[in-house]
Structures are given as C-alpha cells and as structure tokens.
T-cell receptor, first 113, second 115 residues
Framework: QKEVEQDPGPLSVPEGAIVSLNCTYSNSAFQYFMWYRQYSRKGPELLMYTYSSGNKEDGRFTAQVDKSSKYISLFIRDSQPSDSATYLCAMRALSGGSYIPTFGRGTSLIVHP | GAGVSQSPSNKVTEKGKDVELRCDPISGHTALYWYRQSLGQGLEFLIYFQGNSAPDKSGLPSDRFSAERTGGSVSTLTIQRTQQEDSAVYLC?????????????FGQGTRLTVV
C-alpha cells in the first residue's frame, strides 16, 4: 500500500460544476499538505498548502484536511475548461520526520464546455 | 527567469548510453529535489540535497543513477547505461529549505526517451 493514495481518474465534469478531489494517507507524521496542478507537458505548480485541520480558501479553491481520518480534499467551485489538468496532492512531516514531500499519483480532471 | 530551469527539455538516447540532466534552482533556495514521473504514475522521489548536508539518496532506483550539486546551486542527474525503463519525465524542484511553509517549486522537466 502506498503512503498516499489518489484516484487517477479521469474525472470529467461540465463547466460550472463543483469538483471534489481527494487523497488518503497512512503516515501520521504527515502534517503539511499541498496541492499541485500540472498541465500537460509542464511541471507541477503549487496551488495551495496548509498545515492544520479544517478548511483553507483561496478564490475558487478550498483545501480541506481531516487529520483524524487521514483524508484531504481540494474543492473547485465554478469549474472552468482552463482548470483541466492533473491535480497532485503532496504531503510531508513538519518536524521529526522526513521533509521530502510524498506525492499522490494525481487525478486527471477534464472540464468540458 | 526566476523559476527552476531544466535542460535539455527533451532527450532521446540509445539504450546503453549515459545521459546527464541539468537543473538550475531558484536563486537562494538551499533545498533541491529530483523526482521521476512515468506515464500514469505519480512523482517518484529520487534524491534530495539540503545545503551542505549529505544528500538523501534513498530514492535512487539503482547504482546507475547518481547526482551531484556543485556550489550549492546547479545540480546534475546522471544515468549510466540507460535502459528502456528509464524513459520518463525527470523533474527538479527547489525550496527555501526545511521547516514550515517551505513549498517546492518545479521546473518544466526533462522528457527522457530511451530507444
């Protein structure tokens, strides 16, 4: 079993839909959580990061962390065709553990007009 | 530019040849990571450099892979006697260092094809 599990999709939604992307993890040392977006043939770019349970909002994006369930989510409101990309979750320890981020496989999102 | 720069962007090599991939991190970033991304797979950690500390090589898949970082800046990933299973996108990232709120910024990657 991988330390970070993420459904590869693809996830296809119509424009304007609310998108929910999720990851589960098994390592309780993970305390710092990140979401990256990767367009085709590009490097991943950081979207959001958080190190506490609860919600963090940035525009149309909301990151949610539930440490008790070892489950994180990224919500995208009013999805646009330009949001079509692969979304990777990543996580690492803050202290006393490895600082090297561990990534999920990524979920391919397709937003169609 | 101010981002992480990788070269070449694409590399086609014959099986058995050696290849060198280069990464220029963001100026001032002390941490540098190499990852490999195969088709349909996530990012596989290869090696990590932090300042003057000994690198973490725990992710290197075999002794054909090696990396160095000169002067705490530019890094080179070398793959000797390439095999077809080495075909992948090799991504480099850098960050300010360890501790809180130090996210990694990625380059565009080098797409390696071994024929």
């Amino acid at each position: 079993q991988k330390e970070v599990e993420q459904d590869p999709g693809p996830l296809s939604v119509p424009e304007g839909a609310i998108v929910s992307l999720n990851c589960t993890y098994s390592n309780s040392a993970f305390q710092y959580f990140m979401w990256y977006r990767q367009y085709s043939r590009k490097g991943p770019e950081l979207l959001m990061y958080t190190y506490s349970s609860g919600n963090k909002e940035d525009g149309r994006f909301t990151a949610q962390v539930d440490k008790s369930s070892k489950y994180i989510s990224l919500f995208i409101r009013d999805s646009q065709p330009s949001d079509s990309a692969t979304y990777l979750c990543a996580m690492r320890a803050l202290s006393g553990g490895s600082y090297i981020p561990t990534f999920g496989r990524g979920t391919s999102l397709i937003v169609h007009p | 530019g101010a981002g992480v720069s990788q070269s070449p962007s694409n590399k086609v090599t014959e099986k058995g040849k050696d290849v060198e991939l280069r990464c220029d991190p963001i100026s001032g970033h002390t941490a540098l990571y190499w990852y490999r991304q195969s088709l349909g797979q996530g990012l596989e950690f290869l090696i990590y450099f932090q300042g003057n500390s000994a690198p973490d090589k725990s992710g290197l898949p075999s002794d054909r892979f090696s990396a160095e970082r000169t002067g705490g800046s530019v890094s080179t990933l070398t793959i000797q006697r390439t095999q077809q299973e080495d075909s992948a996108v090799y991504l480099c990232a850098s960050s300010l260092g360890v501790g809180k709120l130090t996210e990694a910024f990625f380059g565009q990657g080098t797409r390696l094809t071994v024929v």
